[in-house]
């Protein structure tokens, strides 16, 4: 348990580098294009896709698996020794897996940061200018109702009808 716990977070980072050594040049998937499609189905120049950088789920778990299927069966040619098991297999593909998603998640909230930190100082100093303008209106306010019920109070009530006689009137009672 403790080797695949230790196999599952070397994964993790190494599904990482992987996709952002993918996001930066994707020439080994460029050729494998070239090879295996002909001109009119190959990939523009501008087209960044890699084997798992701007790839579905399933494709990138096809790729993942045939890497590590073809790197187990170079490691039991060359070492006699039975240590890539299906349970370290699994556990390198999932956590390679992970660590596609987890750098594409970096990735994108690097982006999102660095687009809006221009207007972040802005968006700032707007929210303080109307928080200034809110208190002075809040300032205004409470001295215009000081006033208000000043006024309110100085005028003389008038006789007004009872509620029984306000009721005679309408003919409710």
């Known amino acids: 348990m403790g080797l695949e716990l230790i196999i599952f977070i070397a994964a ?3 599904g990482a580098f992987l996709y952002w050594r993918e996001s930066h040049g994707n020439g080994l998937y460029r050729f494998f294009n070239k090879v295996f499609n002909s001109k009119e189905l ?3 120049p501008t087209d960044k896709k890699g084997f798992v950088y ?4 399933l494709v990138r778990l096809i790729f993942i698996g045939f890497m ?6 170079i490691v ?3 070492i006699p020794i039975d ?3 299906i349970s370290i297999f699994a556990s390198m593909i999932v956590g390679t897996l992970a660590g596609t998603y987890l750098a594409n998640f970096v990735f ?3 982006e999102v940061i660095d687009e809006k930190s221009d207007s972040l100082e802005g968006m700032v100093h707007d929210t303080i200018e109307k928080g200034k303008d809110f208190i002075e209106d809040l300032k205004t306010k409470d001295t215009e109702e000081i006033e208000d019920v000043e006024e309110i109070k100085e005028k003389p009530e008038g006789e007004q009808k009872s509620a029984r006689e306000r ?3 309408k003919g409710l009672l």
């Open 54 to 57: 701007k790839q579905t789920f």
């Open 68 to 73: 590590f299927l073809i790197g187990i069966v």
């Open 42 to 44: 190959q990939m523009k």
């Open 83 to 85: 240590i890539a098991t």
């Open 167 to 169: 009721l005679k009137d």
């Open 76 to 78: 039991r040619f060359l």
């Open 12 to 14: 993790i980072f190494f």
């Open 108 to 110: 994108k909230s690097g």
